[in-house]
């Protein structure tokens, strides 16, 4: 079946620090794949996806490119601010085309950025 | 605005009670689930309706149900047989975009049973 698996946390790093969350997955054909990020006590936001092949996703300072022959989706954010503390979810959709569709999530990283 | 709600942000229970969990969206998505979020954990599907008046048991739906009567509302019913409710509940809805499945989240009820 379907997986995602997400670098472990937790990630702390210092304001302006350059961020990495590695996100690999299994799935057959071609999944959508999505970076969700959540604060604390809050449900999750979508914070960026892509749908096909070498595509990149990016929002609010966050890149992360689809990358079929390493079956990647790496979070990456040059600059990180103390309100990017947070957890990150990597996330996929099947191709299962309904109205509607399970997403596959991974484990979560949680990120602190100090001042 | 639109959006999803779900009531109440904190609710507390004795063991033993039933408890419903309101989920309530006017996106006009078609699609709508409910996860489970354990501390430090991921998300848990519990319950998913493609449709009205259809849903599927998802991955831990052990002591769980569920009702999908009209488009905008799913209530989840935590029940007495679950063993361990006390969790932070979250609820999705989709609709297709452009050959994605984009969910969207509510806020998130967190449940204490004692």
């Known amino acids: 079946g379907d997986s995602v698996t997400q670098m472990e946390g937790p990630v702390t790093l210092s304001e302006e620090a350059f961020l990495t969350i590695n996100c690999t997955y299994t799935?057959?054909?071609?999944?959508?794949l999505f970076w969700y990020v959540q604060y604390p006590g809050e449900g999750l936001q979508l914070l960026l996806k892509?749908?096909?092949?070498?595509d990149k996703g990016s929002n609010k300072g966050f890149e992360a490119t689809y990358r079929k022959e390493t079956t990647s989706f790496h979070l990456e954010k040059g600059s990180v601010q103390v309100s990017d503390s947070a957890v990150y979810f990597c996330?996929?959709?099947?191709?299962?085309?309904?109205?509607?569709?399970?997403?596959?999530f991974g484990e979560g990283t949680q990120l602190t950025v100090n001042p | 605005d639109g959006g999803i709600t779900q009531s109440p942000k904190y609710l507390f229970r004795k063991e033993g009670q039933n408890v419903t969990l309101s989920c309530e969206q006017n996106?006009?998505?078609?699609?709508m689930y409910w996860y489970r979020q354990d501390p430090g954990q991921g998300l848990r599907l519990i319950y998913y309706?493609?449709?009205?008046?259809?849903?599927q048991k998802g991955d831990i739906a052990e002591g769980y149900s569920v009702s999908r009567e009209k488009k905008e509302s799913f209530p989840l019913t935590v029940t007495s047989a679950q063993k361990n409710p006390t969790a932070f509940y979250l609820c999705?809805?989709?609709?297709?975009?452009?050959?994605?499945?984009?969910?969207?989240f509510g806020p998130g009820t967190r449940l204490t049973v004692t």
């Open positions: 799935a057959t054909g071609y999944p959508s």
């Open positions: 999705a809805s989709s609709i297709e975009s452009t050959g994605t499945y984009e969910q969207y």
């Open positions: 892509a749908t096909k092949a070498d």
């Open positions: 996106l006009n998505h078609d699609a």
């Open positions: 996330a996929l959709s099947g191709v299962v085309r309904t109205s509607g569709s399970r997403l596959t």
């Open positions: 309706s493609q449709i009205v008046n259809d849903f």
